[in-house]
């Protein structure tokens, strides 16, 4: 984040401030204060790289939230990114510098930021605007999402609107002038200025049945490949069967360039997930594809502001997707096992054009809670890989959290 958008959002507030004067003012020294500290010590060992990886960093995160008056509230939020011991990594995209290239990429890199600064209206109970840097989160993130895993979250910089007509559903729409990435704003990959446009909205037909559209207009004028224009939709639903709860999921998108997108294309993108919940696990089963062709380079449907980790595999193989697109069939088992929550995904992955193996991933995890403020979790992924343009790859993470 550069000085003048610093200034910038601190100068809203402060103009805020002073239009309210003395009732803000009340509602600023009564408002609440959170601390939030996320340590995580990452392993990994890749195929092609001369030494393992070992990041040690701890995130430190502090914000405030007034109250609310007369609709209005206000919302800083500073976070630290620090390493402690092992620093053996490259954390990527430059951000690191030459002596660590012989290590894998763990894309934490050391530094302080704000991560959101922003001021929301509340024009009902139904309805409200909110300006500034904010968190933008989009149904399973596949789309839009905030990068929650990597310690530096992604957040973004613009307007947005959240109505729920009638009490029904849910409306967002928003326009994204600057998209702070992972990498943070001391490099070009970590700040990417947009002119973006998002829309999405949800409605259930029932209880049990949600009907959810959307249309992100994208366009990045520092990555050109990003600008992408895409319309969706997914239905999904439960079903009770012989007193167990059955989850379904079917999706479709289509995507084509946009802005100053140099390649001209069109791609398709398809999901169908199933869950079935058993008294001591659920099973759960997926397919996923995102549409590419071979023969044209950057003509692959892609997803430039998800939250990418939650999809196709752990181990982060597929933040890009390949030119011949991706096929994801998953199987995974989860359940709880006293205070302890567990998690197996298997994933198989080959290309969506010319039926080629790319490999195979076993994800790992065990989690619990310590109390009402502290969090333990243990985590690994098992990349196989079957096609040259990949590398065995594996990944093991222990992560304490701590919320006050």
């Known amino acids: 984040?550069?000085?003048?958008?610093?200034?910038?959002?601190?100068?809203?507030?402060?103009?805020?401030?002073?239009?309210?004067?003395?009732?803000?003012?009340?509602?600023?020294?009564?408002?609440?204060?959170?601390?939030?500290l996320r340590y995580r010590f990452e392993y990994v060992d890749q195929t092609g790289f001369d030494a393992e990886a070992k990041a040690s960093t701890l995130r430190t995160r502090l914000n405030y939230l007034t109250k609310d008056w007369q609709g209005w509230r206000l919302f800083v939020e500073a976070d630290n990114v620090t390493e402690l011991g092992p620093d053996d990594f490259n954390s990527g995209a430059g951000t690191s510098g030459p002596d660590r290239a012989r290590f894998p990429v763990v894309a934490d890199p050391d530094g302080t930021e704000i991560n959101q600064a922003w001021v929301n209206y509340a024009f009902s109970d139904n309805a409200g605007i909110k300006f500034g840097r904010q968190r933008i989160l989009l149904?399973?993130?596949?789309?839009?999402?905030?990068?929650?895993?990597?310690?530096?979250?992604?957040?973004?910089?613009?307007?947005?609107?959240?109505?729920t007509p009638a009490g029904n559903g849910k409306l967002f729409l928003a326009y994204i002038q600057?998209?702070?990435r992972i990498f943070g704003d001391d490099v070009a990959a970590?700040?990417?200025?947009?002119?973006?446009?998002?829309?999405?909205?949800?409605?259930?037909?029932?209880?049990?049945?949600?009907?959810?559209?959307?249309?992100?207009?994208?366009?990045?004028?520092d990555a050109a490949a990003f600008s992408t224009r895409t319309a969706g939709l997914r239905l999904a639903g439960t079903y009770p069967w012989q007193e167990r709860a059955v989850t379904w999921g079917l999706e479709w998108a289509d995507?084509?360039?946009?802005?100053?997108?140099?390649?001209?294309?069109?791609?398709?993108?398809?999901?169908?997930?199933?869950g079935i919940g058993f008294s001591t696990?659920?099973?759960?089963?997926?397919?996923?594809?995102?549409?590419?062709?071979?023969?044209?380079?950057?003509?692959?449907?892609r997803t430039p502001l998800a939250t990418l980790h939650a999809f196709n595999g752990w181990a982060d193989q597929f933040l890009a997707t390949p030119a011949d697109g991706l096929e994801d069939r998953f199987l995974g088992l989860s359940g709880k096992a006293g205070a302890y929550q567990w998690k197996l995904l298997w994933h198989d992955f080959s290309a969506q054009s010319g039926n080629r193996d790319f490999?195979?991933?076993?994800?790992?995890?065990?989690?619990?809670?310590?109390?009402q403020r502290y969090g333990l979790l243990l985590k690994a992924a098992l990349f196989d890989a079957s096609h040259s343009a990949f590398r065995d790859t594996d990944k093991l993470w222990l992560m304490l959290t701590a919320k006050y």
Request: aromatic letters at 12%; hydrophobic letters at 35%; charged letters at 20%.
């Open 281 to 301: 696990f659920k099973l759960s089963v997926g397919w996923e594809v995102l549409e590419g062709d071979g023969t044209r380079p950057g003509a692959a449907f």
């Open 190 to 221: 970590g700040d990417h200025d947009q002119d973006t446009l998002l829309a999405n909205m949800s409605w259930p037909f029932s209880e049990q049945v949600k009907l959810t559209a959307y249309y992100y207009d994208i366009d990045n004028d």
């Open 359 to 371: 490999g195979s991933e076993l994800d790992m995890s065990l989690s619990r809670k310590l109390g």
């Open 139 to 163: 149904d399973n993130q596949r789309f839009v999402g905030g990068v929650g895993w990597r310690q530096n979250e992604q957040t973004y910089d613009g307007l947005s609107l959240t109505a």
């Open 255 to 274: 995507q084509s360039d946009t802005g100053n997108n140099p390649v001209d294309y069109s791609a398709n993108y398809w999901r169908a997930d199933a």
């Open 1 to 36: 984040m550069t000085v003048q958008r610093i200034g910038f959002f601190f100068a809203m507030v402060l103009t805020a401030c002073t239009s309210f004067a003395e009732p803000l003012g009340d509602a600023i020294a009564s408002g609440e204060f959170g601390l939030d």
């Open 178 to 180: 600057n998209v702070n």
